[in-house]
């Protein structure tokens, strides 16, 4: 028996089977119902999301003898099955991407003068429609613009922009969009049902994760584990070995030895996901959807809903990725993900993938190497760290030598020049790092309170009267953040939101002011 793939065996023949497309399907029936069809139809979309499929469904819907009541064909009819078995060419499918060219147009426009010999309709469906040469588009236009009432054309294409504007003008357009992880699952679950096949949750998860929204993604990657767990149940561990793919724990390692400078371990992380088989263009990929939820995760900060759900992963995951995020900053988030975004580009042709991802791995954690704007604020902010280190090594060496002579060493502070306004805004700009400096108490104090600028005063507005009290008894910790973050000395004012004395009233609040919204990132 000849093996038939999934998605081809469990392709939808009616719009009710079609799944994640409900406005379009509902749509499209309603016109079969009512008889209202258009000329031409575009329907445009990334892969996989079911523009053929449906295509083909209304096709044959609009040549039915006995429409089903959500306007789908009946596939019982001597029409149906005419078509469906290709001894009526009432549908007429072409391939744009090897059928582009001008003389393939005019064999068209040629057959349109002849009226289909049984049904209600001649129906052309062009797919990748902006594989077709200008030539062939212009030649086309007249006949979508006016055909006769036997006539319809359906275009579908991944990338409308590339039609002329003439073309798109004449079509009525639906756009398909990605299905959700969920959405994916749900269907393959049915397949399996159908297949008598079991599987585990976390592993059909995975796959629709890695399907990308697309449903015939989903299907080929599920039919392709399926064949290698013959009469055995599809594990998750199974499916990444299969699929090649890795465990975010893989990921959770590797960004904790970058973050924590430790290039040998970073390495080793890469060399072992590469010995037991995973794709390097495919590793660098993942690395990047799993700092951009890590980014997301650091954004989202300790406030505003749970984005676990949007980010398709557990809340075991999105805790422990919580962690790592609140280790390191949005800026140097972003500029690993362009680091290995431009790396994902490299790769592609490269016969040396692995040591290429190496050397972004060094550039990742050597900002130095780089002269942009975020590699030179994360070195500023290594050296003062080391220079802060060292300065509090110093002071308890010079105590200890006190206690064994009477000498005694005094560490002078260094006077700071005042703040200028420009520098006092900048504080506000960066609000979340001086919350990340800060300890305990005052990190809680200041993680609830906002930042104004007066003048060339910083005003600190708490949320209620005991914060601000608070804020003031350890108003010498806040000082010494502020003269490590910008090298100045900081004039500032604490208040609580007293009667008669709001300070929300008085000062402008900053995120109008900075146009647009902090977000707080508690490590």
């Known amino acids: 028996m000849v093996h038939q793939s999934l998605?081809?065996?469990?392709?939808?023949?009616?719009?009710?089977?079609?799944?994640?497309?409900d406005p379009i399907v509902r749509a499209i029936g309603n016109q079969v119902i009512t008889g209202t069809l258009a000329n031409a139809y575009l329907f445009t979309g990334t892969r996989g999301t079911g523009k053929t499929t449906?295509?083909?469904?209304f096709a044959r819907a609009v040549n039915c003898e006995n429409v089903q009541p959500d306007g789908s064909p009946c596939g019982e009819c001597p029409t149906c099955k005419g078509i469906a078995d290709g001894s009526l060419m009432n549908v007429i499918e072409i391939d744009a991407a090897s059928n582009n060219g001008v003389d393939n147009v005019r064999t068209i426009i040629e057959e349109v003068a002849y009226s289909p010999q049984s049904g209600k309709k001649k129906v052309y469906i062009i797919d990748e429609a902006h594989m077709l040469s200008p030539a062939a588009a212009n030649a086309l236009l007249k006949t979508i613009e006016e055909p006769p009432d036997y006539m319809m054309f359906i275009l579908a294409t991944t990338e409308a922009g590339s039609l002329p504007i003439t073309i798109l003008s004449r079509c009525q357009r639906y756009d398909f969009r990605r299905m959700t992880a969920d959405v994916l699952a749900a269907r393959m679950k049915k397949v399996l049902a159908e297949e008598n096949r079991e599987a585990e949750d976390k592993a059909i998860s995975f796959i629709a994760r890695q399907a990308d929204g697309s449903m015939?993604?989903?299907?080929?990657?599920?039919?392709?584990?399926?064949?290698?767990?013959?009469?055995?149940?599809?594990?998750y561990d199974r499916t990444l070995d299969i699929l090649g793919a890795v465990d975010t724990t893989v990921y959770d390692s590797l960004m904790k030895a970058v973050t924590e400078g430790r290039l040998k371990d970073a390495v080793m992380v890469l060399d072992d996901a590469v010995m037991k088989g995973r794709e390097v263009q495919a590793f660098v990929i993942d690395f990047i959807s799993y700092m951009r939820n890590l980014l997301l995760i650091s954004a989202n900060g300790s406030t505003g809903a749970d984005i676990a759900d949007i980010l398709g992963v557990s809340s075991d995951t999105y805790e422990r990725m919580g962690q790592i995020a609140g280790k390191t900053d949005a800026d140097t988030l972003m500029r690993y993900i362009r680091i290995f975004s431009?790396?994902?580009?490299?790769?592609?042709?490269?016969?040396?993938?692995?040591?290429?991802?190496?050397?972004?791995?060094?550039?990742?954690?050597?900002?130095?190497?780089?002269?942009?704007?975020a590699s030179l604020r994360q070195r500023m902010a290594i050296l003062e760290r080391k220079l802060d280190r060292m300065e509090r090594e110093g002071v308890k060496t010079a105590g200890a030598a006190g206690a064994q002579s009477p000498q005694q060493v005094t560490v002078k502070k260094v006077p700071l020049p005042e703040a200028l306004p420009a520098d006092v805004k900048m504080v506000c700009d960066n609000w979340g790092r001086i919350i990340h400096d800060a300890k305990d108490i005052v990190r809680g104090i200041l993680s609830e309170a906002k930042p104004s600028v007066d003048k060339d005063k910083l005003v600190i507005v708490?949320?209620?009267?005991?914060s601000a009290g608070s804020l003031k008894e350890n108003a010498k910790e806040l000082e010494e953040i502020l003269e490590r973050e910008t090298k100045k000395e900081i004039r500032f004012d604490i208040y609580?939101?007293?009667?008669?004395?709001?300070?929300?009233?008085?000062?402008p609040d900053l995120e109008s002011m900075i146009n647009f919204t902090i977000n707080i990132t508690n490590e």
Do not use: W
């Open 54 to 57: 449906v295509a083909k469904i």
């Open 496 to 507: 609580g939101p007293a009667k008669g004395d709001d300070p929300e009233t008085r000062y």
């Open 7 to 21: 998605y081809r065996k469990y392709r939808p023949k009616r719009f009710a089977d079609v799944t994640g497309q």
């Open 216 to 235: 015939r993604d989903a299907l080929s990657l599920l039919d392709q584990c399926i064949a290698f767990n013959l009469g055995e149940t599809l594990t």
């Open 462 to 466: 708490c949320k209620d009267e005991i």
């Open 342 to 373: 431009e790396l994902s580009s490299e790769i592609k042709y490269s016969s040396q993938k692995k040591i290429l991802t190496e050397i972004a791995i060094v550039r990742m954690m050597h900002p130095e190497m780089q002269e942009d704007a």
